[in-house]
């Protein structure tokens, strides 16, 4: 039933671009010296992850490489570019690839910076993003999202893949796959497991499954459903819902699935729990009020409180990284939506103009929201900024895409 970690996946998700922020900045990536094949293959990503997060206007920069020579800075600049890259690959003696490249501010005609990166053939994908990363940062001034990687379920006929992927959708990997469901993965705080629930024998049981050695083990499996895990910020604990005392309630667990305690007590449906950032509350989705709405409850129990007040439904609470804000799905006359909260002023924003969305997950740095949402009755992927102007959509082709979870940022 079960086939284990890494084989590649057939299909890779497509990234299509349906909306760019509204002041990209103009950059000039030149191509890079070298092995024209290799280094064009690097720079083609790297111009490819500038472009998708919709931050970047590409300037175009030729054909030819640009030599270790000065920068004729007045000619980029009357081309329209605000930066510049421009770097070179060389093949090593053990026949592993150095890519060094550089930075430069055009209007103030200087170097921001630069880094040489060694690695293999199989990793000059990962080199790309790295620099794509440093780019991000030395000119946005937070941390890019490039080198990170997204979880997400295919559902094809009668077979279910719990796929790995870059945050651009390339380089998937299966790791595992079955005949039955396998829903809510959910990454630990460091990337290297991941929690999920799979229905393989006949009912849901939460698993924690290791990346690197494709091991796994029961986190919980109790009488009843086992579902919704979510890891708490320091990797020890999952909130999960189990119905083994009646209903679904949450309960906490040790991530090797020792040490359960109940953590609330409801006659209603408690579910989807989120820890926030900081570890001392969980955000979750209860009909206790007589329709879904999102609650706060501290880790270590006692009172419930309130959080959603407007509409009849919303559910599916997941904390940006710093705690401000809260993406949920909201239910109107429209169908299901992607919202944002702002937690401190209640303000409420949709973000979407789709009609089926669930499954929401920030990136590490808060800029992105990953959701699964439905196009021509098939399930696909969609990212929408925290601010709703750059949108993407990644689909594989004859799938179904949901469950997505953005990864942490990468070790």
Not at 126 to 131: E, F, L, P, Y
Not at 392 to 406: G, I, T, Y
Request: hydrophobic share 40%.
């Amino acid at each position: 039933m079960l086939l284990a970690v890494a084989s590649p996946a057939n299909a890779q998700l497509a990234m299509e671009i349906t909306g760019a922020g509204a002041n990209r900045l103009p950059i000039a990536i030149a191509e890079f010296g070298g092995e024209r094949i290799i280094s064009h293959a690097l720079v083609s990503v790297l111009r490819a992850d500038l472009e998708h997060c919709g931050l970047f206007r590409l300037i175009d920069s030729g054909e030819a490489p640009l030599g270790e020579g000065s920068i004729a800075y007045a000619d980029w600049k009357n081309r329209g570019a605000d930066a510049l890259v421009a770097g070179n690959v060389a093949t090593t003696a053990e026949g592993r690839y150095e890519t060094r490249f550089r930075l430069f501010d055009v209007q103030k005609q200087s170097l921001l910076g630069g880094q040489p990166y060694l690695a293999g053939s199989a990793q000059l994908r990962g080199t790309a993003h790295r620099i794509a990363d440093f780019i991000y940062e030395k000119l946005l001034g937070e941390p890019g999202i490039f080198s990170t990687r997204i979880a997400y379920v295919v559902k094809s006929t009668g077979r279910y893949e719990l796929q790995i992927a870059d945050a651009d959708g390339g380089n998937a990997q299966t790791a595992l796959a079955s005949r039955e469901p396998i829903i809510s993965p959910t990454w630990s705080p460091d990337g290297t497991r991941l929690a999920y629930v799979s229905f393989e024998a006949k009912k849901p049981i939460v698993y924690v499954h290791s990346l690197a050695s494709g091991s796994r083990h029961v986190a919980a499996n109790f009488k009843g459903s086992n579902s919704a895990p979510a890891w708490s910020p320091d990797g020890k604990r999952l909130a999960v819902v189990l119905s083994k005392e009646g209903g679904s309630q949450l309960f906490l667990v040790n991530a090797d699935g020792s040490g359960i305690t109940r953590l609330a007590s409801s006659s209603a449906i408690d579910t989807e729990p989120r820890f926030s950032p900081d570890g001392s509350s969980i955000y979750f989705t209860s009909d206790r009020g007589g329709s879904p709405q999102i609650y706060r409850i501290a880790v270590s129990g006692g009172e419930v409180s309130r959080v959603t007040f407007e509409g009849s439904y919303n559910v599916s609470p997941r904390l940006s990284p710093d705690g401000r804000s809260m993406a949920f799905v909201t239910g109107n006359s429209r169908g299901f939506q992607l919202a944002l909260m702002d937690l401190a002023s209640k303000q409420t924003q949709i973000l979407t103009d789709s009609v089926k969305d669930e499954s929401p997950s920030f990136s590490p740095n808060g800029r992105m929201i990953i959701y699964a949402t439905e196009v021509g009755g098939r399930g696909v992927l969609a990212a929408v900024s925290s601010d709703g102007r750059v949108k993407q959509k990644l689909s594989v082709q004859a799938a179904d895409v949901r469950e997505p979870a953005w990864g942490p940022f990468a070790k």
